[in-house]
């Protein structure tokens, strides 16, 4: 893989730690701006809701400017988003910066996707895509715990001041080292952004959109409202909320990284392997939450099912939209995030029946049930395969 690919990653592991570290963050947040654990968790959807809005149109919006002037912008937008986070004393301030980080953050997204898409041949859409999310996988592993150390040692604001700093040495490496327009393509050879668009009816790609978001969704789910597991259901100690949050962030890595080798040519194999096993895994996890023992390995496992699944679906998103290639990459930002913006709020839901703080867990299994009775009559057709229920 290409040297840029991998410094594209550097920033996304800097959003991705902005994104996934408020799992760890929530309880103080909600103490220290007067707000419950619930709204706290709404910071999770708002930045979600701005990914999904920034997508489509912040790729629009670069669509004729260089990669690389357009990913610069992106990072420095989102650095001055969480510098203002960290300083503000209003939960409605806070609310809103996390809206325009999300938008930076889909934008910055959407126009990697294509770049990176630019870097490889055709047919390695999938281990590229795997080493843009491993920058997301990276950040759970390393930088959300830290995030979380530091929101516990040193109070959330100082997570949010490591963020705007990370940005720095992302926004460098995207200046020094991407390229200003992408060496393969005159843009006024490409198709026109009306034709783009029109790659939307097609049904193939709705249907991967759709279930993305719904395996997306039940990651968020969970992921979001894990820290009160570990304290409350697990009895652990707030220091393990990190420590189940590396678990949580490795086993994603060796997901996404084991599925973007297969992704290309296999899809059919990851889905049909691990869509029932991620299903057992999330009602397995309520039910053993109160057993750190198990807890901890199946947290691990579930991040690892998680990140497979769901990244062999997005991957499956970049080759049904491949008519549209300044827009491919927002379609599949889309999908991503509307199961963020839409996992949260299930499971701030769940939160208040008498499951309790398991009540995200059992959401999640519930989603992921969805997902695979839409899937199953139609696996031809998300394998990439031929289908006349879902025709192009």
């Given at each position: 893989?290409?040297?840029?690919?991998?410094?594209?990653?550097?920033?996304?592991?800097?959003?991705?730690?902005?994104?996934?570290?408020?799992a760890g963050l929530l309880p103080d947040i909600a103490s220290d701006l007067g707000v419950t654990v619930?709204?706290?968790?709404?910071?999770?959807s708002a930045f979600a809701i701005g990914m999904i809005v920034g997508a489509p149109l912040m790729a629009v919006l670069a669509r004729d400017r260089s990669g690389r002037s357009s990913l610069l912008g992106f990072v420095l937008v989102f650095l001055t988003a969480h510098a203002v986070g960290a300083a503000t004393p209003d939960f409605p301030v806070l609310f809103a910066t996390r809206v325009v980080a999300a938008l930076a953050n889909a934008g910055f997204l959407a126009v990697a996707?294509?770049?990176?898409?630019t870097l490889v041949t055709p047919d390695r859409k999938g281990r590229a895509l795997a080493v843009l999310l491993s920058g997301t996988t990276v950040a759970t592993i390393a930088g959300v715990p830290g995030g979380a150390v530091l929101g516990t040692l040193l109070g959330w604001r100082a997570s949010f001041w490591a963020v705007a700093a990370s940005c720095l040495p992302a926004a460098i490496g995207v200046l020094t080292a991407i390229p200003a327009r992408p060496a393969e393509a005159d843009e006024s050879d490409g198709p026109a952004l009306r034709a783009e668009f029109a790659q939307l009816k097609s049904r193939r790609l709705l249907l991967v959109m759709l279930l993305g978001a719904l395996v997306n969704a039940a990651t968020f789910a969970s992921f979001t409202f894990l820290a009160p597991v570990v304290t409350g259901t697990a009895g652990l100690g707030e220091l393990w909320v990190p420590v189940t949050l590396v678990l949580f962030g490795a086993g994603s890595f060796?997901?996404?990284?084991?599925?973007?080798?297969?992704?290309?040519?296999?899809?059919?194999l990851v889905l049909a392997a691990g869509g029932?096993?991620?299903?057992l895994g999330w009602p397995?996890?309520?039910?053993?939450?109160?057993?750190?023992?198990?807890?901890?390995?199946?947290?691990?496992?579930?991040?690892?099912?998680?990140?497979?699944?769901?990244?062999?679906?997005?991957t499956r998103v970049l080759y049904e939209a491949a008519?549209?290639?300044?827009?491919?990459?927002?379609?599949?930002?889309?999908?991503?995030?509307?199961?963020?913006?839409?996992?949260?709020?299930?499971a701030a839901t769940a939160l208040g029946t008498g499951a309790g703080h398991l009540g995200p867990l059992w959401a999640s299994g519930l989603l992921v049930t969805v997902a695979l009775l839409i899937a199953f009559?139609?696996?031809?057709?998300?394998?990439g395969g031929g289908s006349a229920e879902v025709p192009r």
């Open positions: 893989m290409p040297l840029p690919l991998y410094l594209l990653a550097m920033a996304v592991f800097a959003m991705g730690t902005s994104e996934f570290m408020l619930g709204t706290a968790g709404t910071l999770t996707l294509t770049v990176a898409g060796v997901g996404v990284t084991a599925a973007g080798r297969l992704s290309d040519q296999r899809p059919g029932p096993l991620l299903l397995a996890l309520a039910v053993l939450a109160d057993e750190p023992a198990a807890l901890l390995p199946l947290v691990f496992a579930q991040g690892a099912l998680s990140f497979a699944v769901g990244g062999t679906l997005i008519g549209a290639p300044t827009m491919a990459g927002s379609y599949a930002t889309a999908a991503l995030n509307v199961g963020a913006a839409a996992g949260p709020l299930v009559p139609l696996r031809t057709a998300v394998a």
